[in-house]
């Protein structure tokens, strides 16, 4: 039994060497709307209409779009993605926040408390919001055959080798595991643009 174990753990060493390729997903600026605040933005029982489906399972871009207002600037147009969650989070840059005047902190999805507030303006009216404007930490979604696979378990981080022209080495990505998710390793456009990445290119975990 022990030298069971001991083969097992010798090819997932052998497999976290030859399992390269992670795909990248690469974010724009965008918004998770609340019920409520899509109420406040859109109308009573208005909905979001699907433009497109993402990578991942029951996540789809719309068509509706909000008007951010900070203290020093304006960004129009900036996409809604579905479906509904619990409290409206917007993901931006460090470059869309400088522009907004407002304090740009990294955070993993949900993680809201003390994150700094914005105005989002729709068709039918504004909300003020207290917080809910985050900088999203690089992050790779995968499922738990997949964290076997890497051997890595949910909420470890590592870095991430990219190669090419401009290529580096990624550090502080977090893995988030779940087995709805799909292998996809997530960077917001600065990132991407400043390594030469699209939505064609790879990486490879190094921890």
Request: contains cysteine.
């Amino acid at each position: 039994m022990k030298n069971m174990e001991n083969l097992e753990e010798i090819l997932n060493i052998l497999l976290r060497g030859v399992n390269k390729g992670i795909p990248v997903g690469i974010s724009n600026r965008h918004i998770h709307l609340s019920r409520k605040d899509m109420d406040k933005l859109f109308g009573e029982e208005a909905e979001l209409t699907k433009l497109k489906d993402l990578s991942q399972v029951g996540q789809f871009a719309a068509k509706e779009v909000v008007t951010l207002c900070g203290p020093k600037g304006v960004i129009e147009k900036v996409r809604v993605l579905g479906p509904f969650r619990g409290e409206t989070q917007i993901e931006l840059s460090m470059g869309d926040c400088i522009k907004l005047g407002i304090k740009g902190e990294v955070r993993l999805s949900g993680n809201l408390e003390n994150s700094s507030g914005i105005t989002l303006v729709g068709p039918k009216g504004a909300i003020e919001l207290s917080r809910g404007a985050i900088i999203s930490q690089r992050h790779i979604h995968m499922n738990e055959e997949d964290g076997k696979k890497y051997g890595v378990s949910n909420g470890d981080i590592v870095s991430v080798k990219i190669d090419g022209v401009r290529g580096g080495v990624l550090n502080n990505v977090s893995i988030r595991i779940d087995n709805l998710f799909k292998l996809e390793c997530h960077l917001d456009i600065e990132e991407a643009n400043c390594l030469g990445l699209n939505p064609k290119s790879k990486l490879e975990i190094i921890k």
